[in-house]
């Protein structure tokens, strides 16, 4: 057993934490520390600044535009980037498409899709969950029905992501009712600048602007888009959900989030002491930390088992159970303690570019917001239910 | 033994539970929850005639209640309709003002049961937590009267009182129990600037800065130095009201989740028919049962001696933080993607349950209490 990583690898985690030091703003990074929301076009520079140097898919290989690099090598570099408080980069595109797209798409979709990625051309959303197909999503109803050689499409996503923010969205799409409903799935990339597509905001309980609901209504998409085969969706879509899932253990965001929680138990006073002193508080500090080191060690270890045979299975699926529930708890003490000052509600402090006076110490605005919002986590990306099922069936065989 | 509210509690709940349904709709609490005073001015002075107000004070002091159960049984309605307004404020205050009596206090006491004034209950300050006798904000006596400087944290309602019952050093340490005295200061008064907003939870706060703020020698409540016993049982008072909203509360969030468990379909089928969701809303029940039970245990304490009577504060104050997270992440997860919506009612009840424990204590803070307690028992 070694559990230290190769030089190769540290040498790459030395090479990143220069040019994180190098380019990453600092008052950027503090922004994205406190859970401050970022303007689009914020995200947009840092995602140019990362493909300039080459590093914005380093997961991709190199003939697209990638680096190539190892599983290992992918794990050390969202670490540290989490770890540095960058922002976090749109996975839709990035992460989640590119990997359907180099494995079932034409060499004329790779050519032209993913050199736009990279260019920040395009902003992706999913087009995955619908109001009546959320944990159950194979019964996605919206429909594509060919006319000549473009799709017609019709029905509603929702849940969508940054979908105000997106010029495109890869979608589940319905062509046939024939068979299994899982036989009767495509995979289909629309354009939503036409007047067929409507985006509409949904609200979340923080107060913010996050996901959104996406209406069809005879929205046109050239058969070009269709990836791979008709009615073989469900395939690529599961594909691409066991690349999501991976990223879920969010070992990085963990670590960053530990940090802050560290951070604000120092400053926070219990009878006049440091809260992070507090024997009751510091026990709760521990467990996570504790977990969490444990996660990272799962995470590897499932990423080594991954780097000998692709993509990995329904392991992914343990991690993200763990690693969402791990970042909840973080979240969770994090509220707890700030005490009183987790009341106050302060949308003003958060919204991108703003100055405003926070009421108590200046990490107070986004650490309610921050917990409230990663309720999500348990439920998104196939909830933590449907998770525990896979791995019930597909591991244990029960 | 008898686990029943009389005949007048039950039916108060009632009216209140009516009216609260019918007449101040959560819609209309998050639409005026933007700017003070942060509630309907005209559904607070109804529901002070239909008597949630004087339900929470003594006859002798012109309510017509007072008793815990009476505290309990208002705030329980008032928590399943998810209602604002400075009714623990009016509490709190409400509850110095009876401890230490006299003519002034009694006079305010009888503004409160009307609807005609709102005072604030402005003791927690930036670096007390949720200790008691953590005072920093001082009052120096001089020449016919005080003078306040300091800084109050969080206080609920700040920004819609006409008055503020502020707590202040006038002797000792700043985490001394001893030299802690309440001042009754005008929402006008120069030195006094406040700063509201409002809170996750849909209800109103301040921080409520005091720079040499004078007040007259006749404005200090009760014994110099002595307020720390008025204020623990002020807190108490309010720990029974919080832990009854809470109960209020989880008993609409179980109902709204239940109810949403047997509509909604996924694959082809109700999704309470799961037994893997069954389960965890069985233990939804079973926790909220037990919330209940602390709460009637705080109640059934409270007229007896302080070791005991704060205990069984403490220990439903922790239950009620712990089984409030709890239900509150369980209805959003058994919900789905709709329980994160700001839309759906049962989110707004969800931040309620969550900042309960905020709110007087958390589950720490009263679980440490609740063994100190015990260990000086």
Same mark, same amino acid.
């Given at each position: ?31 994205? @520390? ?86 920040? =051309? ?68 629309? =354009? ?15 107060? =913010? ?54 951070? /604000? ?18 026990? *709760? ?49 994090? @509220? ?34 921050? &917990? ?27 | ?72 049984? /208002? ?54 937590? &949720? ?20 800084? +109050?944290? /969080? ?24 030299? /802690? ?54 807190? $108490? ?16 969030? +179980?109902?709204?989740?239940?109810? &949403?468990?047997?509509?909604? +379909? ?25 919330? *209940? ?9 409270? $007229? ?17 933080? *712990? ?40 589950? =720490? ?13």
């Amino acid at each position: 057993m070694d559990l230290t990583f190769s030089a190769e690898d540290e040498a790459l985690r030395q090479e990143v934490r220069k040019f994180l030091a190098e380019t990453l703003p600092p008052d950027l990074a503090q922004r994205v @520390r406190l859970g401050k929301h970022l303007s689009k076009g914020e995200t947009e520079a840092w995602q140019a600044a990362l493909s300039a140097r080459g590093w914005l898919a380093p997961h991709w290989p190199k003939e697209h535009g990638g680096q190539g690099w190892s599983v290992t090598q992918r794990y050390i570099w969202d670490y540290e980037k989490s770890l540095a408080h960058a922002p976090p980069t749109v996975a839709f595109g990035l992460n989640m498409l590119a990997p359907v797209l180099i494995k079932f798409g034409t060499e004329a979709q790779k050519a032209y899709w993913l050199p736009r990625m990279l260019n920040g =051309d395009d902003w992706w959303c999913q087009g995955y969950s619908e109001p009546g197909a959320g944990s159950d999503l194979a019964a996605v109803k919206t429909t594509a029905v060919r006319d000549g050689d473009e799709y017609v499409i019709n029905g509603q996503k929702t849940w969508t992501s940054l979908g105000q923010h997106a010029n495109m969205i890869f979608c589940l799409v319905r062509t046939a009712n024939t068979g299994k409903r899982q036989e009767g799935i495509s995979f289909v990339l629309v =354009d939503m600048d036409q007047p067929g597509v409507e985006v509409r905001p949904i609200i979340t309980l923080d107060g =913010d602007h996050e996901v959104n609901e996406v209406f069809f209504t005879d929205a046109r998409a050239p058969v070009a888009n269709l990836i791979g085969e008709e009615n073989q969706g469900w395939t690529y879509a599961k594909y691409l959900l066991t690349y999501e899932r991976t990223s879920m253990a969010m070992v990085g965001a963990s670590v960053a989030a530990l940090g802050l929680l560290k951070d /604000v138990a120092r400053t926070e006073t219990k009878g006049g002491r440091p809260l992070a002193e507090d024997p009751f508080f510091a026990a *709760r500090i521990a467990r996570a930390e504790i977990e969490l080191e444990n996660l990272k060690t799962t995470t590897l270890r499932v990423v080594a088992a991954a780097a000998a045979g692709g993509a990995p299975g329904a392991e992914s699926s343990m991690l993200k159970v763990k690693g969402t529930e791990v970042h909840q708890e973080i979240r969770s003490l994090t @509220r707890r303690a700030l005490g009183p000052y987790a009341l106050p509600y302060q949308p003003e402090s958060l919204a991108p570019g703003s100055n405003a006076e926070p009421v108590g110490p200046d990490y107070a605005p986004g650490v309610t917001p921050a &917990y409230l919002n990663s309720r999500k986590l348990t439920i998104y990306g196939g909830s933590n239910e449907v998770q525990r099922n896979i791995i019930t069936k597909a591991i244990l065989k029960l | 033994m008898d686990f029943n509210p009389t005949d007048d509690q039950r039916m108060l709940a009632d009216t209140l539970r009516r009216f609260v349904a019918e007449r101040y709709p959560l819609e209309a609490r998050t639409r005026l929850s933007g700017a003070a005073p942060g509630y309907s001015t005209q559904a607070w002075r109804q529901l002070a005639e239909l008597g949630a107000l004087g339900a929470l004070f003594d006859p002798e002091l012109g309510g017509y209640g007072g008793g815990p159960d009476d505290i309990a049984a /208002v705030f329980e309605a008032l928590g399943s309709g998810a209602v604002a307004g400075p009714f623990l404020a009016s509490l709190l205050s409400g509850s110095c003002l009876a401890s230490v009596g006299g003519e002034q206090a009694e006079a305010l006491l009888q503004a409160i049961i009307a609807g005609d004034a709102v005072i604030a209950f402005a003791h927690q300050e930036p670096g007390s937590r &949720y200790e008691l006798g953590r005072v920093e904000t001082t009052a120096a006596a001089g020449a016919g009267g005080w003078r306040l400087s300091g800084a +109050k944290a /969080v206080v609920s309602y700040g920004d819609a009182a006409d008055q503020f019952i502020v707590s202040a050093r006038t002797s000792g340490a700043p985490d001394d129990e001893q030299g /802690v005295s309440l001042f009754l200061v005008p929402a006008g008064a120069p030195g006094l600037s406040i700063r509201g907003y409002v809170g996750v939870d849909g209800a109103r706060s301040a921080e409520v800065l005091l720079d040499q703020v004078e007040v007259g020698a006749d404005r200090l409540l009760g014994v110099a130095g002595g307020a720390f016993e008025v204020i623990e049982k002020a807190t $108490g008072a309010g720990v029974v009201a919080l832990c009854a909203d809470g109960v209020g509360a989880l008993d609409v969030v +179980k109902d709204m989740t239940a109810e &949403y468990l047997r509509t909604r +379909k996924q694959f082809g089928q109700p999704i309470g028919s799961f037994q893997a969701l069954q389960h965890r809303m069985a233990t939804v029940l079973i926790e909220i049962e037990q919330a *209940r039970s602390a709460l009637t245990n705080a109640v059934a304490a409270f $007229g007896g001696p302080r070791v005991s009577r704060e205990r069984a504060l403490s220990a439903a104050k922790y239950t009620l933080g *712990r089984v409030a997270a709890l239900v509150a992440e369980e209805a959003v997860q058994l919900h789905g993607g709709i329980g994160m919506t700001w839309e759906l009612p049962l989110s707004h009840y969800v931040k309620r349950l969550i900042m309960l424990d905020h709110l007087l204590g958390d589950v =720490d803070h009263h679980l440490e209490r609740y063994i100190a307690l015990g260990r000086a028992a």
